[in-house]
């Protein structure tokens, strides 16, 4: 097993920078850079070009020889001093490898457009998404545990069929199509005005006491969870069915009822043990798959101050250093995970071996 965790670590530096190195060079083919950005917004100030100096002469050379659209009538020191301020004015395959050698150290640089390094950005905005993954993976694993045990049990009947309809039916909804109908039904968008609307908690919520603190956050994210847990919900639900059916059909459970142990005593004193072991180990698959994939919709409709929207504005914004820094945390923290479910899975099942399945 130490050689299959040695094997995955190391594969973590390959992957790692294909990730990178695609994104890197498909941004590179984006138009409006932050460069751009900038010239554009102090264009849209009428004042700018009074105060930035130079004649018409000089205004007339620098729009002919300035490669940024719509740049027209800034300095041609003004542009490259802006390069110069981004790093772009080195080669794109410079800045890549310099770039990775910073990220190795976790050192993700500064926003291009707040005063704050990216890591503490991240660290500021990473709690919010945390809440959101764990408490929708939660979520999902109390509905779906006895949903599943009972769609085993009554495999077949009309409660396994009507239940199936409705969990594939929730399967199809797109988080974000859950969220909006959610937002519109239960939020004040054109029927009820039960939940807020946005945020995470109150802007009294300093005021309140403690009592009343934990009342108001889970106000505040009771419908960003659900939205997030439906597609989790879905599929940790049929893996409970089938991980239970499996063994409902073994050896050891017929005898088990030839012996004249009830049905709930073969259930959950035999059968649960042996089911859930593959339920519990994907905890941390399951976490990550909902963390990543909900995060950026969900916190985005419901204007949640965590990673994902905060990677969404940065991409909007060109903020590069921002989106590679949340890319890098998120490959890496994905690559880790999934190296963790594979140790959950020997840990509680040890007859897995995956030196064995290597080889």
Do not use: C
Request: proline share 4%; no cysteine.
């Amino acid at each position: 097993m130490t050689g299959y965790i040695f094997r995955r670590l190391f594969l973590i530096i390959p992957t790692l920078f294909g990730i990178m190195l695609i994104n890197f060079f498909l941004v590179q083919f984006v138009p409006g850079g932050p460069i751009e950005q900038i010239i554009n917004d102090l264009q849209n100030n009428s004042s700018f070009l009074d105060n930035i100096g130079g004649g018409a002469e000089e205004v007339k050379t620098n729009s002919e020889t300035n490669n940024y659209k719509g740049s027209k009538g800034l300095p041609e020191e003004f542009i490259k001093e802006l390069e110069s301020q981004f790093g772009f004015d080195k080669d794109p395959l410079e800045r890549f490898f310099l770039m990775l050698k910073d990220y190795l150290l976790f050192d993700f640089g500064e926003s291009y457009f707040r005063s704050i390094s990216v890591i503490d950005l991240i660290i500021e905005k990473m709690p919010v998404s945390i809440s959101l993954g764990l408490w929708s993976t939660l979520l999902a694993y109390l509905i779906s545990i006895p949903l599943g045990i009972r769609k085993a049990v009554r495999d077949g009947s009309q409660f396994d069929n009507w239940t199936s309809s409705l969990i594939i039916i929730g399967y199809s909804i797109p988080a974000f199509l859950f969220a909006i109908f959610l937002l519109v039904l239960l939020a004040g968008g054109s029927y009820f005005k039960i939940f807020p609307i946005r945020g995470l908690v109150s802007n009294n919520f300093s005021d309140l006491s403690t009592f009343e603190q934990i009342l108001d956050y889970f106000w505040h994210i009771a419908l960003p969870v659900l939205a997030s847990t439906i597609s989790a919900f879905a599929t940790l639900t049929l893996l409970t069915k089938n991980s239970f059916l499996d063994e409902i059909k073994k050896q050891y459970v017929i005898t088990a009822k030839a012996k004249g142990l009830s049905e709930n005593k073969v259930l959950y004193g035999h059968v649960f043990r042996n089911a859930m072991l593959i339920i519990i180990a994907g905890f941390p698959g399951i976490f990550i798959s909902v963390f990543f994939g909900s995060s950026l919709i969900i916190e985005t409709i419901f204007s949640l101050d965590g990673l994902g929207r905060m990677g969404f504005e940065a991409a909007v914004a060109r903020d590069y250093p921002v989106v590679f820094g949340t890319l890098y945390i998120f490959g890496l923290l994905g690559l880790i995970v999934g190296i963790l479910s594979d140790l959950m899975y020997v840990w509680i099942d040890p007859r897995i071996d995956f030196e064995v399945r290597g080889s």
